[in-house]
């Protein structure tokens, strides 16, 4: 224990003084010394720890009973163990000596109380608050780590506040406390120590808007909680009642790590002696929490909700797509909730409006919904219908300029949990799409890409995808479960597979199997005719080499091998100089635990099957898949969308705790 403050004895008087327990008390035993004083003895009463530190390089430790010397490079040190239960019970006696004589020269004399202060969090993550002498300061990450965790406080348990809660600098609802972090002080010590010395709980500036704390006095009215540290107090004289011993704050986050803030934060209360001018903080003790990151989750994870929009256009409803992801909800155990057209505004891209994901401290999860700057016709619909009690939320607005369809969360996945080169990404990577490197292109909007990299927890990678007409990685890649040891396939469009299906039937006999056979509306184009198209040829073979490009840093950066890929046939066109799907894209599913949602290709039909389907059912049904193949022809395919685009899945959180990472 490091000495926190010095006390000065006197020959003329005693000297008064506070002892925190725990908290070692340098004694000054040199300042007022008798003259003559060569030596000196040092006696403690009950309770009270007393040290003699010297160098022993310089100083010789007496034999016995014998006097210490007094010299500069000899210390005396105290310290207490319990609360005293009067004033000034603890004795400290310090006898000076002359060089050859026996009875002292003088005496010092330091009376002592005893005060147990301690500022406790759940320092070991158990979802408790224990009491703690150990390093409260410092947070470190890993299963041997410290530290607690505070939850960004964006949800609204009230049903009559129209903002999210950490808006609220009144508790608006008992249940909100739920969602916050408790923090006990103890103040153990003699009521009428307190006549002139005060406990203050602080708060730093620049973390006085990223954490609120407020103050439990027992009860269960609101008005039995009140805000005492936050936006607009950075400091709080406690006001403690007599006998009082434990007093209960409950802590709540307010701001998201960012690019602008690592996402630690600091409470610190302080015993100030009041009859000194000025004040003198006699002790501090101080708690350090980390805001809990936002954490999306793969594929892999078991489906809780599934989103959808009822849409009209031209071609009428989308009734029949409904229909069929109310069946493929029922199969996998999962919740469809319908947008309905009033609130989406006709706007069917509920995956590029938003992702889905969590936040979970030891003693409590809820899932958040990150709401994207796409702003469309969803843009109210996270915030109006999603947010409530125990569902937050969470944006990235651009403040300057507007969004691209790259800032639409169709271009944002992550990755399943992987290990890369002997690095753990316990929670997976999260992926997003951009132009090509060094190209000046195209990126996701800054303020969205320093989120996800100021969350620490799944590093993110950037993909090429702006070969796209409309840029997404969900166009070229999807992750799916499976049971065996690695736990989950990359699926990835392919051209060259495509290419080399059709010529296989050619070779069988069929080249005269259509493309579009089944569709009214399309015009039906034969395996012959599709592989002598040399445009069709030339545009999927330039779009499978940025899917190349992209398969290389995929491999590299989630340490994939050649067994975890699956290639699903797909063709493009070029429009221009970017790329669209010629057919719906396959990859571009809906993925709900072994129960897929895949895109109807409508390829050319051989003996009375797909030939495209029967491939994707080849490659993914022996992985104990089931692929159901789903119309979404006109009402999404045609507008440069599939069914991934048109759904969003709300998934279960990891069991890893993200705490016991190392990012």
């Known amino acids: 224990m490091a000495a926190q403050r010095a006390v000065q004895l006197s020959l003329k008087k005693p000297t008064y003084a506070v002892c925190v327990v725990g908290v070692e008390t340098l004694v000054d035993i040199h300042r007022d010394v008798p003259k003559g004083a060569k030596t000196f003895e040092v006696t403690g009463s009950s309770g009270v720890n007393v040290f003699v530190v010297y160098n022993p390089a310089r100083v010789t430790k007496p034999m016995g009973k014998a006097p210490w010397p007094l010299e500069a490079n000899v210390d005396v040190v105290v310290s207490v163990d319990a609360a005293s239960k009067d004033l000034n019970d603890l004795k400290v006696k310090v006898s000076y000596f002359g060089q050859h004589e026996d009875s002292a020269l003088g005496h010092g004399v330091l009376y002592l109380t005893g005060i147990d202060i301690s500022l406790d969090v759940d320092m070991s993550r158990t979802g408790k608050v224990k009491r703690s002498r150990g390093d409260k300061k410092t947070w470190r990450w890993g299963p041997e780590g410290y530290g607690a965790v505070l939850l960004v406080n964006c949800d609204r348990d009230s049903h009559t506040s129209r903002e999210p809660d950490l808006a609220n600098r009144q508790l608006a609802s008992l249940a909100d406390l739920q969602d916050m972090s408790p923090m006990v002080l103890s103040c153990d010590g003699p009521d009428k120590i307190f006549d002139n010395h005060k406990l203050v709980l602080n708060v730093p500036w620049s973390d006085s808007e990223r954490v609120g704390v407020f103050c439990a006095r027992g009860g269960n009215f609101l008005s039995d909680y009140k805000q005492v540290l936050g936006r607009y107090h950075l400091s709080y004289e406690i006001e403690r009642q007599p006998g009082e011993r434990e007093i209960s704050f409950y802590v709540e986050g307010l701001a998201f790590p960012d690019a602008d803030f690592l996402g630690l934060v600091s409470l610190s209360v302080s015993l100030v002696d009041t009859e000194i001018l000025p004040e003198v903080h006699l002790f501090t003790d101080t708690v350090t929490f980390r805001l809990a990151p936002w954490i999306m989750t793969p594929n892999t994870q078991p489906p809780l909700e599934l989103y959808v929009c009822s849409v009209t256009d031209s071609h009428g409803s989308n009734e029949k797509f409904l229909d069929d992801m109310a069946y493929l909800a029922l199969k996998a155990n999962c919740k469809l909730i319908i947008c309905p057209q009033t609130e989406n505004r006709n706007d069917r891209w509920i995956q590029d409006e938003v992702e889905f994901g969590y936040i979970e401290a030891p003693h409590k999860s809820f899932p958040v919904v990150f709401d994207s700057p796409r702003n469309r016709g969803l843009k109210d619909f996270p915030y109006k219908k999603i947010l409530g009690p125990d569902f937050g939320y969470v944006t990235r ?257 990891f069991p890893f705790k993200w705490w016991n990472m190392v990012p």
């Not at 969004?403 to 690095?423: E, M, Y």
């Not at 069709?536 to 840093?553: A, G, M």
């Not at 989630?558 to 066109?573: A, V």
């Open 397 to 653: 607005e651009i403040q300057f300029g507007s969004a691209s369809s790259l800032d639409s969360f169709g271009n944002l996945d992550v990755s399943p949990p992987v290990t890369v080169g002997g690095k753990e990404y316990p929670l997976g990577r999260i992926l997003i799409g951009s132009s090509y490197p060094k190209s000046r292109g195209l990126r996701m909007t800054k303020v969205v890409r320093n989120f996800l990299q100021a969350q620490q927890v799944q590093a993110p990678v950037e993909l090429y995808s702006d070969w796209l007409s409309v840029g997404h990685v969900d166009e070229f890649l999807s992750f799916v479960p499976t049971s065996d040891q690695k736990g989950f396939r990359l699926l990835l469009a392919s051209p060259t597979a495509c290419l080399k299906l059709f010529q296989e039937k050619k070779e069988e006999g069929y080249g005269e199997a259509a493309q579009f056979d089944e569709l009214k509306y399309q015009r039906k184009r034969s395996i012959n005719e599709m592989l002598a198209d040399k445009s069709l040829r030339h545009d999927s073979l330039y779009v499978q080499k940025c899917i190349d490009w992209n398969r290389q840093v995929l491999k590299q950066e989630l340490g994939l091998t050649e067994r975890d890929i699956i290639d699903i046939p797909q063709l493009f066109t070029l429009k221009g100089s970017y790329a669209e799907a010629f057919f719906p894209d396959m990859v571009n599913m809906v993925v709900l635990g072994k129960y897929l949602g895949i895109p109807k290709p409508f390829g050319p039909i051989i003996n009375g099957h797909c030939c495209l389907e029967e491939k994707v059912r080849s490659l993914l049904e022996p992985l104990g898949l089931h692929c159901i193949f789903i119309d979404d022809y006109l009402s999404y395919h045609k507008l440069l969308g599939e069914i991934h685009c048109g759904t969003n899945v709300r998934r279960k959180p």
